[in-house]
């Protein structure tokens, strides 16, 4: 069996290479990914070290449809793609938006179209719940039917991508949208909520809170996001599934957690300014993936222990890099951007070549 994993080098992207050459022994895996941050180098020795017969690492970008199709004809045939290479998360996508439309939408299409060319038998495209919108407490929880609200660049980029894909599925390969709640987890770069705090603690530092932490997420492990993907490969008919474990949780309460597992003897937390698409909460219904036989099998608390554990034996393998920004600062910059996310002005420009 053969794979291709884009994004491969990226948080989700090594624990699913990870995840699917341990289940199968008969497995050989092919990465894409343009990535050179200090998390994807990190990454990309460990699955080199650890697989060195059984997963291969092209650097190549998604944008670059000529590069995409020569990795395509090297390695002759895929049986699946899992395509997760993407910018992200909202932070980056509004600091370049150009980049994260390229990349999250042409690059997508890139993917895909060549996936249905060259013959792969099965599809996975990992989007997100954000795509949904936020969720009004008094609405009901999201399912895959519901309407699609994106108002940020990167829930745009997505939900655009999905689109794509919905209307060019054909029946030769076997496609799926997968929705995913916040993920969290070993390896994740340290921009994200949880990774940012354990960083935090690590360095002695405060923990940062925008608006007043009592804005909820939906977090799901990681390990248990590629027994999903697995799942769905397996046992799905093509279409949407929505991820997530049902756990909702604050960011207030996440941050006692957290703090609770280093020797800490004050609370160190400091409040900014609530950030403009900083949404209260999501509301995730999966009882269609609950209906292949999944199920969530790592509880919060105790994944967090363990991602804490994690980062703490890598401590001084990485370099943190990160951009510090002043909460005003990032305001500022969002509003600035705001009248660029009309999704009317995505569409048009893009294509299949
Ligand atoms: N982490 C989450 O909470 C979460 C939640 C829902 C959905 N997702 C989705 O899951 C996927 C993986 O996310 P992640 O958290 O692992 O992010 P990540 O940033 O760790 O991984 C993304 C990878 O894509 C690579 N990449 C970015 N632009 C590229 C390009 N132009 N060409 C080639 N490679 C490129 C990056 O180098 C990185 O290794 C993304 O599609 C993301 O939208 C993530």
């Not at 013959?119 to 009901?140: A, I, L, M, Q, W």
């Not at 309460?253 to 020797?263: K, S, V």
């Not at 403009?276 to 919060?300: A, I, S």
Request: with cysteine; proline share 4%.
């Amino acid at each position: 069996m053969r794979m291709l994993i884009t994004g491969g080098t990226g948080f989700v992207g090594t624990n699913c290479v990870d995840f699917m050459l341990r289940k199968y022994k008969d497995l050989t895996i092919t990465v894409v990914d343009n990535g050179d941050a200090s998390t994807n180098r990190h990454n990309k020795d460990y699955l080199l070290a650890t697989y060195p017969d059984r997963c291969i690492v092209y650097h190549v970008d998604v944008r670059d449809r000529q590069a995409l199709e020569e990795v395509f004809r090297d390695q002759k045939r895929f049986d699946t793609v899992i395509h997760l290479a993407a910018v992200g998360s909202n932070w980056h996508a509004l600091d370049n938006p150009k980049f994260a439309f390229e990349t999250n939408i042409q690059g997508t299409i890139n993917v895909f179209d060549l996936a249905q060319q060259y013959g792969v038998d099965k599809f996975c495209n990992n989007s997100t719940t954000e795509t949904y919108g936020p969720r009004h407490p008094s609405s009901t929880f999201f399912t895959e039917e519901s309407p699609l609200q994106p108002r940020t660049p990167y829930n745009i980029s997505k939900a655009e991508a999905d689109k794509y894909i919905l209307e060019h599925m054909n029946d030769t390969m076997r496609t799926f949208i997968t929705r995913s709640s916040n993920i969290y987890g070993e390896r994740q770069h340290p921009h994200a909520v949880i990774a940012s705090m354990i960083r935090s603690c690590l360095l002695g530092k405060p923990i940062k809170i925008t608006g007043d932490g009592n804005q909820s997420r939906e977090f799901t492990h990681v390990m248990d996001v590629c027994s999903a993907f697995d799942t769905i490969l397996h046992k799905g008919q093509p279409g949407i599934y929505n991820i997530g474990s049902g756990e909702n949780v604050s960011i207030n309460r996440l941050a006692e957690i957290i703090q609770g597992h280093f020797d800490r003897e004050e609370d160190l937390r400091i409040y900014g300014n609530q950030r403009p698409y900083d949404d209260r909460q999501y509301g995730l219904n999966h009882t269609k993936l609950g209906g292949l036989g999944w199920k969530p099998t790592v509880e919060l608390e105790g994944g967090l222990r363990r991602t804490v554990e994690w980062y703490k034996s890598i401590r001084g393998e990485l370099d943190f890099e990160i951009i510090e920004s002043s909460f005003g600062e990032v305001q500022q910059r969002v509003l600035m951007k705001q009248n660029l996310f009309n999704t009317d002005s995505v569409h048009p420009s893009l294509s299949r070549a």
